[in-house]
């Protein structure tokens, strides 16, 4: 079981809290009044979140919240209606999905999205695609360069996979990977993307207690050898309050509240959107 | 061990890719020695072209239907474009070129080219699509081109190239040479003896498609294929990669169009239409969807078969859609496939029995020296 974390959180002028050893840097992400509406649904509303680059943050709600749609929003899956992004105080308006990958933004998915029927190496070196530097024609004419960036392409793949302890499984069909493996590498696909910020869509669904603390230990790991920051949605509580540094619960598109795990278990709000009012009298 | 289980899985794709070159090039010397020897009948000598042009257009619709993932049924138009782009410019440079051989080279380098131009140009509007729409689509633009070249004139004199879509416009000086004549197509061309080069091109489609898939450009269109946006998370480029793959297909079917061309001395734009168009999904859907060498054998197989059904006569295309549903229950029946599943489990167990007797057979040897000891 991962050690929980005694993180000071501090607040920082552009919006929000992030912990204190990453107060005098930039935040990795910062989002501003972020909403989007679908019709006359307002799925989410006045959204403000900022992210440190170290930090693991955490977004929580009952169902249906609008915490995938964030996602999304962060993504550019959807365009927002309103507010702004900014990755590494870079804006995001107007940039594609492709574009805020290469800015720095990789993620998972709830519904796992894995590229099936090619091998795990595959998808982690199309993780890697950007960063294999070789044209269409050279690999189709076998050059030089092809040999030395496939080659390098393939040490990387297994360094990387070797994280989850999955190098054995490099020939598989991803498609044939059991539920938990299908998880941990598309969490290693994204991490090839070489992001600064890891969006973690439910990493432990499906996971059993041991996979879980695992995981946890694992995403600790995969934030201090990598150095970058990860924003995690999760049922879990014991997974979101092992180890999320700041954490941020969303109900009906609005924030409700943010803190420390502490003040998120204390906060009357909190409890009242995951289990009601109490009668009165 | 690792090390040792990657290399033999490295091997595996490209063994399998060798064997797919030997088929090919294992059927051209048998043909070869069999034509040397008078055993070939001259129905089959004038199909072995028209298998070589088939074989490359199965393989590379393969690509747009297997590999990337989209269902095309305007193939056909593309083979057009480059069986009369082609077959234009190889009339032009008649004079220029008297060798039959290089010119045919070039038309089919031309072929190819404006083939993929149209690809390009189809594909801009045609790619925003998915699934039925795109096949819609393409369909129709199979069409187009078929009715678009059909009322085509082009001639040659000596004020150059003359172009027009109505024929009453249409007028060449004395001496001036019709190339496309409307409806009536392409006539007067010299027939080429392009076996010999319809292998080299099948070859050479195999090896730059199965060099494609193996490179980061192949595994980015397969990841389209399988998931969209994933594929958008980790930062590919839809569009350029579906492009990619649709132009790369388009292409071969032009360079497989210009191919087929060389073979005729008269050629109509009818000749590609929607029946080709679906006669060369079937081959690829029957090879199997990404399957490079099933889309080689398929091709070939049913390229022959209708010519061989003719004993059948009238009934001739009855038998070839027996045949055909025959092929398709026995290849793709999941209980069919079950069951030789079945037998195979089968046979394992009873060589592991026989091992593992073996086994107690030698145990029970050696306790018994042991004892005698």
């Given amino acids: 079981m991962a050690t929980r974390l005694d993180t000071k959180m501090v607040p920082i002028p552009s919006a929000g809290i992030v912990p204190e050893r990453d107060s005098g840097k930039m935040p990795v992400l910062v989002a501003a009044h972020l909403g989007i509406t679908f019709g006359g649904l307002k799925a989410v509303d006045d959204f403000n979140i900022s992210v440190g680059p170290t930090e693991i943050a955490g977004l929580i709600g009952p169902n249906g919240a609008g915490k995938t749609t964030v996602f999304n929003l962060l993504t550019k899956v959807y365009e927002p209606t309103h507010g702004t992004i900014l990755i590494n105080g870079r804006d ?126 694992n995403i600790i790991k995969i934030r201090d050898t990598f150095q970058i920051a990860v924003l995690l949605i999760e049922h879990d ?4 309050m092992g180890i999320c540094e700041g954490i941020a619960v969303l109900n009906y598109g609005k924030i409700i509240a943010k803190g420390t795990a502490e003040e998120i278990q204390n906060n009357p709000a909190v409890i009242e959107a995951y289990l009601g009012k109490k009668k009165e009298g | 061990m690792k090390n040792v289980q990657r290399k033999i899985s490295l091997n595996k794709t490209t063994k399998s890719n060798f064997v797919t070159y030997g088929i090919v090039i294992a059927a051209f010397v048998i043909m070869e020695i069999l034509m040397a020897a008078g055993m070939v009948s001259s129905l089959l000598k004038g199909l072995l072209v028209p298998i070589c042009v088939y074989v ?78 795109l096949a819609i689509v393409t369909l129709a633009f199979g069409e187009i081109i078929k009715s678009l070249i059909t009322n085509m004139y082009i001639g040659l004199d000596e004020n150059g190239l003359h172009f027009s879509m109505i024929k009453q416009k249409f007028e060449l000086a004395e001496g001036g040479k019709m190339l496309i004549d409307g409806p009536i197509g392409l ?37 389209l294929r399988d998931n969209r946006i994933a594929a958008e998370s980790v930062g590919i480029n839809v569009t350029k990669y579906k492009m990619m793959g649709f132009v790369i297909s388009a292409a071969m079917a032009g360079a497989a169009g210009a191919l087929f061309a060389s073979n005729y001395s008269a050629l109509q734009a009818s000749k590609f239409d929607f029946n080709t168009s679906i006669l060369v999904l079937v081959f690829v859907v029957l090879g199997g969807l990404g399957n490079m060498r099933g889309s080689v054998i398929a091709a070939a197989l ?52 026989r091992k593992a007797a073996a086994m107690e057979k030698k145990m029970v040897r050696q306790t018994a020296k042991k004892e005698g000891k």
């Fill in chain 1, 92 to 217: 995001t308006h107007n940039m594609s999905t492709v574009e805020v990958n290469k800015a720095g933004i990789a993620r998972t998915f709830q519904n796992i999205r894995l590229f099936n029927n090619l091998t795990v190496e595959e998808n982690v070196k199309l993780g890697l695609h950007n960063s294999i530097n070789y044209t269409t024609l050279e690999g189709v004419l076998r050059m030089p360069r092809y040999w030395k960036a496939e080659k390098e392409a393939h040490e990387r793949a297994l360094e990387l996979l070797s994280i989850f302890d999955m190098q054995d499984l490099a020939d598989y069909k991803a498609g044939n990977l059991p539920y938990g493996a299908q998880r941990r590498l598309e969490i290693v696909r994204a991490l090839a993307t070489n992001p600064k910020l890891l969006l973690l869509d439910e990493p432990a669904a499906g996971m059993n207690p041991s996979e879980t603390s695992e995981l946890m230990d």
């Fill in chain 2, 56 to 133: 490359i257009m199965a393989i590379s619709l393969n690509l747009t239907v297997g590999v990337l993932g989209e269902l095309s049924l305007g193939h056909a138009g593309f083979m057009s474009v480059g069986a009369f782009s082609g077959a234009v410019v190889s009339m032009m440079l008649q004079s220029v070129i008297p060798d039959a051989i290089p010119r045919l080279l070039i038309s089919l380098v031309v072929g190819a080219i404006f083939a993929a131009i149209v690809g390009v140009l189809v594909g801009i509007p045609v790619l925003r699509l998915n699934g039925d729409y």
């Fill in chain 2, 187 to 223: 006539s007067g061309m010299r027939k080429v003896d392009s076996f010999a080069i319809g292998i080299v091109l099948i070859l050479l489609c195999l090896m730059i498609i199965f060099h494609l898939v193996n490179s980061k450009s192949g595994r980015a269109i397969m990841a």
């Fill in chain 1, 237 to 240: 509580m014991n997974l979101v």
């Fill in chain 2, 302 to 353: 049913l390229t022959v078969l209708p010519e061989l059904l003719r004993a059948f006569s009238d009934y001739r295309m009855l038998a070839y859609a027996i045949v055909l549903i025959g092929i398709m229950l026995v290849t793709h029946n999941p209980a069919i496939a079950d069951r030789l599943k079945q037998i195979k489990i089968k046979q394992y167990k009873k060589s592991a029995d």
